[in-house]
């Protein structure tokens, strides 16, 4: 069991650029703080049905692309691509939680593998087969007839609902959205990629309040 004093629950979405954009930065503070630190990344669906999806090519996601997304992915040595579609990301945390259900490696692989694929090469989040394929890249030996059958059935539905629910209690409206906890207990939310320096200080932060009581 880990007794980790702080935990940090990473709500975030496979079609934001700035949640693919946070995940390195995510892995140094865990390799920091290893044993002292346990983050879970949670689901948040930015335009679930029947909200519509963003216009591939239109001017909001060039406009942003631009200004934001490409300077930071320069910053941090990632390659992004805007991608041709906008497709809806349920299935996509589904195909997830599925993977995170079998182990945290595989979890982590599955997601940064979607993470990769939507941002280089236009992957369809939507498309069962396509999430399958990822799954099978893996080399991770999973059962992937058992994970087109999960989707199928929509078995770890309730799972990204719920996860959007506890966004929404916590006051969470855009991603990534950063919750951090000290023993159990709510310590804070930070909302956009954060810096790595930031999100050093803040857990570091923690563990001094943490050795104070």
């Given at each position: 069991?880990?007794h980790?004093p702080?935990?940090?629950d990473v709500?975030s979405?496979f079609?934001c650029?700035?949640?693919?954009?946070?995940?390195?930065?995510?892995?140094?503070l865990n390799a920091?703080?290893?044993?002292?630190l346990?983050?879970?990344?949670?689901?948040?669906?930015?335009?679930p049905?029947?909200a519509p999806t963003l216009?591939p090519?239109?001017?909001?996601?060039?406009?942003?692309?631009?200004?934001?997304?490409?300077?930071?992915?320069?910053e941090r040595?990632?390659?992004?691509?805007?991608p041709?579609?906008?497709?809806r990301?349920?299935l996509a945390?589904?195909?997830?939680a599925?993977?995170e259900?079998?182990?945290?490696?595989?979890?982590a692989a599955?997601?940064?593998a979607?993470f990769?694929?939507?941002f280089?090469?236009?992957?369809?989040?939507?498309?069962?087969?396509a999430?399958?394929h990822?799954?099978?890249?893996?080399?991770?030996s999973?059962?992937?007839?058992?994970?087109?059958?999960a989707l199928a059935?929509?078995?770890y539905?309730q799972?990204v609902?719920?996860?959007?629910?506890?966004a929404?209690?916590?006051?969470?409206?855009?991603v990534?959205?950063?919750r951090f906890a000290?023993n159990g207990e709510?310590?804070g939310?930070?909302?956009?990629?954060q810096p790595?320096?930031?999100?050093?200080?803040?857990?570091?932060?923690?563990?001094?309040?943490?050795?104070?009581?």
């Open positions: 069991m880990n980790a702080v935990s940090l709500f979405d079609v650029p700035f949640c693919y954009l946070e995940e390195p930065e995510l892995d140094a920091r703080f290893s044993d002292q346990t983050i879970r990344w949670r689901a948040f669906e930015l335009r049905t029947p216009d090519d239109g001017d909001y996601l060039h406009d942003i692309w631009g200004r934001a997304v490409y300077p930071m992915a320069r040595g990632m390659t992004l691509r805007l041709r579609i906008q497709p990301s349920r945390h589904e195909a997830t599925w993977a259900a079998r182990s945290r490696e595989a979890g599955l997601r940064h979607l990769r694929g939507f280089e090469d236009s992957l369809d989040l939507a498309d069962n087969e999430l399958c990822t799954a099978v890249t893996l080399g991770l999973l059962d992937v007839e058992d994970l087109r059958q059935e929509g078995r539905t799972q609902l719920d996860d959007q629910q506890i929404g209690e916590l006051g969470i409206q855009g990534p959205g950063l000290l709510h310590a939310i930070l909302e956009g990629a790595r320096r930031q999100l050093l200080l803040a857990v570091e932060r923690l563990l001094d309040l943490a050795q104070q009581h």
